[in-house]
């Protein structure tokens, strides 16, 4: 007998006996013969206990056990032509670890999909199912080939403070704390401290953590704590620099997802289209006109918004791209510490879109002392509230630049997931604070 032992923690063997260990996924009973589907997180196996040839208490045991139950069943293994498996379990043995409580919260092989905020108010069970589960061990694929790209491009992974006294742009998106009777913030980005390690000889620098968004927005993209993937590299040339740099990461991400995260794919029936470098780059000013052409009325500057960049996306994946870069953003759109391109309106910034989204910006930064704080008193900001990260600049801080990265927005679209949600395990959103 070589019965298919797929994990040591969840199949033992011994002298000719197996035990398998999972949730009760199904019971049916067919008079004569009665079958329990068994699953975990590989799969399903089928018990197979005829009626006549089973002690008649662990028949009863088995077939009166409540669906999605953790039990232990021990048995023969012996072929079989009519399951998926090739193979059934002829039980001697159970045990039951956690009898599961009826009715279920939720359905875990049910045909109709559940509401959303079901789901999310029983995520324990929701992730039961392959296909919802199938996403995290994808996420958490991503996260190991954002960390191979990184340390092959010489970068340093970083921890920066969560909790602070000022926010890298402004108030209204950050989420007050009262620490020890001072007023704190949660930090919306890694920004000012990525920057100011550019000046300490740690030239490339990566962050994956999360970050916090107090905006009032319910819509399928934002949520108000995501994991953010930042990075800062210094002596750079031009934003070209960070572009490349960037394009290299995911695809080294991409390619991953596709060559080792075949079982899940083919459990969320997705397959991935890696892209082709160099990207294509599109300006602002571009965009503005394709959107124009297409209908949407955009004022000079505007923000291309949902409706826009979508307008972009469609075109864009017509000719076959659905990673593309737009560059040359007003100034006037863009935070304090982007470098503006002189003499024109324009600066060195990009956002990277993905299938008619924004899932990164980016670009290079003004390193140049006198012009940022220049910059930072024509946004209406007071230098004087931001010493600690000014003094980085005033003792030699070299041209770098940097980007941010939301990990779930960009599982999101390479997945084509409807919602930002099903790509994080307990979503926080302004009408969601548990579980
Ligand atoms: P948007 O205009 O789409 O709201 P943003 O301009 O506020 O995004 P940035 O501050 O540039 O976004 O953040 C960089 C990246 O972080 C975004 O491209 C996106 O991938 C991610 N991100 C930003 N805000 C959110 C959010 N509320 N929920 C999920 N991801 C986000």
Not at 32 to 56: A, E, V
Not at 58 to 81: C, D, H, N, Q, W
Not at 413 to 421: A, E, F, G, T
Request: charged fraction near 25%.
């Amino acid at each position: 007998m070589t019965p298919v032992v797929k994990d040591s923690r969840t199949v033992t063997v011994e002298d000719g006996t197996v035990t398998v260990k999972g949730w009760v996924q199904d019971i049916r009973n067919l008079g004569g013969i009665s079958f329990l589907i068994l699953r975990d997180r590989f799969g399903t196996i089928q018990i197979t206990m005829p009626k006549k040839k089973l002690d008649p208490t662990l028949f009863e045991s088995i077939t009166s056990l409540p669906r999605e139950s953790a039990v232990a069943v021990t048995g023969e293994v012996k072929e079989s032509k009519q399951t998926g498996l090739g193979l059934e379990i002829i039980p001697s043995g159970l045990q039951v670890y956690g009898e599961a409580a009826a009715p279920l919260p939720l359905g875990v092989v049910d045909k109709v999909n559940a509401e959303m905020d079901t789901r999310l108010n029983n995520r324990f069970m929701d992730l039961r199912k392959p296909e919802v589960r199938a996403v995290f061990e994808l996420k958490s694929l991503m996260v190991s080939l954002i960390g191979e790209a990184m340390r092959a491009n010489g970068f340093e992974q970083i921890h920066t403070p969560k909790i602070g006294a000022e926010g890298a742009e402004g108030g209204s998106t950050l989420f007050k704390v009262d620490y020890f009777g001072r007023p704190a913030f949660l930090a919306q980005s890694p920004q000012l401290y990525k920057q100011m390690l550019m000046s300490t000889g740690l030239d490339r620098v990566y962050e994956l953590g999360p970050a916090f968004r107090a905006e009032h927005s319910n819509t399928n993209r934002h949520v108000t704590e995501f994991i953010s993937f930042d990075g800062e590299m210094s002596w750079i040339e031009n934003q070209s620099d960070i572009m490349h740099m960037i394009e290299r990461i995911l695809n080294h991400v991409l390619n991953g997802l596709a060559e080792r995260g075949g079982r899940q794919l083919s459990v969320l029936g997705k397959e991935i289209r890696v892209p082709t470098s160099p990207y294509p780059v599109l300006t602002y000013e571009e965009c503005l006109r394709m959107v124009r052409e297409a209908g949407l009325e955009l004022a000079d500057g505007e923000d291309l918004g949902t409706e826009g960049e979508k307008i972009i996306g469609d075109i864009m994946s017509d000719g076959g791209h659905d990673l593309y870069w737009i560059t040359e953003y007003p100034e006037e759109a863009k935070p304090f510490y982007i470098m503006e391109k002189e003499g024109t309106p324009y600066s060195f910034s990009f956002d990277l879109d993905y299938k008619g989204q924004e899932i990164s910006s980016g670009g290079q930064r003004e390193h140049r002392y006198d012009v940022l704080t220049d910059r930072m008193r024509k946004k209406g900001l007071d230098p004087g509230d931001f010493g600690f990260y000014l003094d980085a600049f005033r003792y030699g801080m070299p041209p770098h630049g940097g980007w941010g990265i939301g990990i779930e927005r960009l599982l999101a679209k390479v997945l084509d997931l409807p919602n930002v949600r099903e790509a994080i395990l307990f979503p926080r959103d302004p009408g969601r604070l548990s579980p």
